[in-house]
């Protein structure tokens, strides 16, 4: 299995500007999850699904992020309009519903000037 | 709502030194838990996860324990060596398929 994979993995645009960010989970994995490492605040909860459906979305900052999963191998993570505090890397993780393991993506290195 | 905390935040040893790398947890109702390795700039890498009904679990010089009525778990790392240099992360979750919470890490540094 190819693990789970994330793309891009860097990106830097400008303030304003519409970041969409992409997450094919293990297959057979029935929850995603997708965190934000920073410097300040470490490795935290933006929102994760299980079966497709949004279970928990209290870790989402603001408004201006928004994340779908349309089927049980996408999920995007979505920031618009873009501000350079969400500067960050952005990893997504997947498990099975009996969840022993969660097994990460390498990770969406977010810049925002 | 699970907490989780690692100390020091920052650790250095001579090389060969055996050492251990504490996280404690405040819901002793946790389901399992996972040690990660991150070395600067890279993504996680899983070394060892350790379900509530376990008390330990070994792979090579990485021993993990589980001490569920204390909220604590330790990373043992024997014959430490300048390649485990790293930044190293504790998570936790009180159910199969929760999220994971994580402590702010413990960044080791051997020296040879």
């Known amino acids: 299995d190819a693990g789970v994979i994330q793309s891009p993995r860097h990106e830097v645009t400008e303030m304003g500007q519409e970041v969409t960010l992409r997450c094919k989970p293990i297959s057979g994995h029935n929850s995603l999850f997708w965190y934000r490492q920073t410097m300040m605040r470490g490795l935290e909860l933006l929102i994760y699904?299980?079966?497709?459906?949004?279970?928990?979305d209290s870790g989402m900052p603001e408004d201006r992020f928004s994340a779908k999963m349309p089927n049980a191998s996408f999920s995007t993570l979505k920031i618009q309009p873009s501000e350079p505090r969400d500067s960050a890397v952005y990893f997504c993780?997947?498990?099975?519903?009996?969840?022993?393991?969660?097994?990460f993506g390498p990770g969406t290195r977010l810049t925002v000037t | 709502k699970q907490e989780v905390t690692q100390i020091p935040a920052a650790l250095s040893v001579p090389e060969g030194e055996n050492l251990v790398l504490n996280c404690s947890f405040t819901?002793?109702?946790?389901?399992?838990l996972q040690w990660f390795r991150q070395d600067p700039g890279k993504g996680l890498t899983s070394l060892l996860l350790?379900?509530?009904?376990?008390r330990e679990q070994t792979s090579g010089r990485l021993n993990a324990s589980l001490d569920k009525s204390s909220g604590r778990s330790t990373l043992y790392i024997a014959a430490s060596q300048p390649g485990d240099s790293a930044t190293y992360l504790c998570a936790g979750r009180n159910s199969g398929n929760t999220p994971l919470v994580f402590g702010k890490g413990t960044r080791l540094s051997v020296i040879a």
């Open positions: 350790i379900q509530s009904s376990q």
């Open positions: 699904f299980n079966n497709n459906v949004p279970i928990d």
């Open positions: 993780a997947s498990t099975t519903n009996w969840g022993y393991e969660q097994y």
């Open positions: 819901d002793s109702a946790i389901y399992n």
